[in-house]
């Protein structure tokens, strides 16, 4: 016995030898046979056996058969705790890989009971580094699960390792930008873009592989888009996809960083809407290969495309869809909010109210009262009742939104705020309380940044100002409406400009 189990190790090394020259397809070829013959030569239970399933389950791995993979990989690990135990060092190889495979399955109960193993591993045996990334990888997991506060307790640990000195640029920079995801899930959006930021650094002194920082810049901009800060979000998109032309990022991914480009520049009115819905109709292609996490942010986004052009039925249909695979209460709240404004823009105001009641109570039950994705949901609601006549209902819901958003620190909160005074002043314009309307207005006037939203709101300025006589005052907002709008090619914009300018010009000319 003692030296049998040896000659068959060496067969399996020398079939291993040549792994790297070999595509994963190509290794797994070889090694399902070369397990099967192990497997009659030595039993089950011998160690080669399991050394052979961990190359296997490996390259299965590396070959996106996961649910093969996950199978030989856990009868590896079964077999290792027998002969090792299940803290043993020996073991930690089959654990990492079985808690890949479970990850990409889905299956996160298992796969976070794989990481809490390998975490108490490292803590016992060390590296330092190494449980660092046990912390930040269980804090992936919790975040898959919906604990986003568990990941974030996760991840700061990872960070406090990382603090030794002990680690990698490379790792740390992987923790930072996991970091930065989990901020953005609590809306803290300048917290979450200094994290990514720093992963960027990191990665470029690390050395880090150009397909990561194309990674890193694409996430930078999605964030500076939750900020409204959309020309810096341009600049994050335009690096990402210029590093595309030289690397091997996937075709799924450059198109979903072309969707993000298109959508800025639309906003920036450098685009039109039907360029940006071309793009993200082949993202939407693409990403149907993609975690699921990046479908959902691609059908949520053409959907909102899709409701801003008129195309209400496809809208909803985009909706429907990721509301029948959310993962989260807190995701299904906000999509809910979103189909309310749907609704509402194709007159169905009940079935609108209804979907915005739970809409609410979903996101209270996930965030808390006071917490700044309320007061997203707010506004849609309010906009909601605005279009159905509702006023009362829609200023109570406009100002719930405004409370939240004057105690929060959220980097979104001027925006939104200025989106809350642009409905409240629609509010005040409907009960021609016109002195109210023009001091929303302008308190809507500032804080909006992109192109189409300063010309939206000087429109609406000018008509205050026109429906009080002040026609100076309007022909000026609505001069300055139209020279923007022009500028940033907004063309329904700019005639929409020109037709008041000349329905005040005929009034000041007529005396009527």
């Avoid at 930690?92 to 990850?103: C, D, I, K, N, V």
């Avoid at 302008?442 to 940044?449: H, I, K, S, V, Y």
Wanted: aromatic share 4%; charged share 25%; with cysteine.
């Amino acid at each position: 016995g003692g030296a049998a189990p040896h000659a068959g190790l060496a067969e399996l090394e020398a079939v291993m030898a040549d792994g790297p020259s070999r595509s994963p397809a190509e290794n797994v070829e070889v090694l399902v046979p070369m397990r099967d013959k192990l497997l009659r030569q030595w039993g089950k239970e011998d160690m080669v056996v399991a050394v052979a399933r961990l190359h296997l389950g490996s390259a299965l791995l590396k070959a996106d058969r996961c649910e093969e993979a996950a199978v030989e990989l856990k009868e590896c690990l079964c077999r290792g705790i027998a002969v090792c135990g299940a803290r043993s060092p020996q073991v930690l190889g089959p654990r990492r890989e079985l808690a890949s495979a479970l990850l990409r399955l889905g299956r996160f109960p298992e796969c976070l009971e794989q990481w809490r193993a390998i975490g108490k591993t490292y803590k016992r045996h060390g590296p330092r580094s190494d449980l660092a990334v046990a912390h930040r990888e269980t804090g992936r997991v919790l975040q898959c699960l919906g604990n986003t506060e568990g990941a974030l307790i996760e991840v700061a640990t990872a960070l406090e390792i990382h603090a030794e000195g002990q680690c990698a640029p490379r790792d740390v920079s992987a923790t930072k930008f996991l970091m930065g995801t989990l901020y953005n899930l609590m809306a803290r959006h300048e917290d979450a873009l200094a994290s990514f930021q720093e992963a960027l650094r990191l990665s470029k002194e690390g050395g880090a592989e150009e397909t990561e920082v194309v990674a890193q810049y694409f996430a930078i901009g999605t964030t500076l888009i939750d900020m409204r800060r959309h020309p810096e979000a341009l600049e994050a998109f335009t690096e990402a996809h210029g590093l595309c032309t030289s690397t091997k990022t996937s075709e799924a991914f450059k198109s979903m960083i072309e969707s993000q480009l298109a959508h800025v520049r639309q906003r920036l009115g450098l685009a039109s809407a039907e360029e940006a819905l071309e793009a993200h109709g082949r993202a939407a292609v693409a990403a149907a290969w993609m975690p699921e996490c990046t479908r959902t942010g691609t059908s949520v986004l053409q959907a909102m495309l899709l409701r801003d052009a008129g195309r209400l039925d496809e809208a909803e249909a985009h909706l429907r869809k990721v509301l029948a695979s959310a993962a989260t209460d807190a995701l299904r709240g906000a999509v809910l909010s979103l189909l309310g404004t749907v609704l509402a823009a194709s007159g169905r105001f009940d079935e609108a109210v209804a979907v915005h009641e739970e809409s609410l109570a979903l996101v209270r039950a996930a965030h808390g009262e006071g917490d700044f994705n309320l007061a997203s949901s707010y506004a849609n609601y309010g906009g909601t009742l605005r279009l159905a006549g509702r006023l009362e209902e829609s200023e109570e819901m406009l100002r719930r939104g405004m409370d939240i958003c004057a105690s929060s620190c959220a980097a979104p909160k001027a925006a939104l705020t200025a989106h809350l005074n642009m409905t409240l002043g629609e509010v005040h314009l409907a009960r021609r309380d016109l002195g109210a309307a023009m001091g929303a207005f302008r308190e809507a006037w500032g804080p909006f940044a992109d192109p189409q939203d300063r010309v939206r709101v000087g429109l609406r300025l000018g008509d205050v100002y026109t429906l009080r006589l002040r026609y100076l005052d309007g022909l000026a907002l609505y001069s300055e409406a139209e020279a923007l709008a022009k500028q940033h090619g907004l063309d329904a914009m700019t005639e929409q400009a020109r037709s008041r300018t000349s329905l005040v010009v005929e009034k000041l000319t007529t005396g009527a």
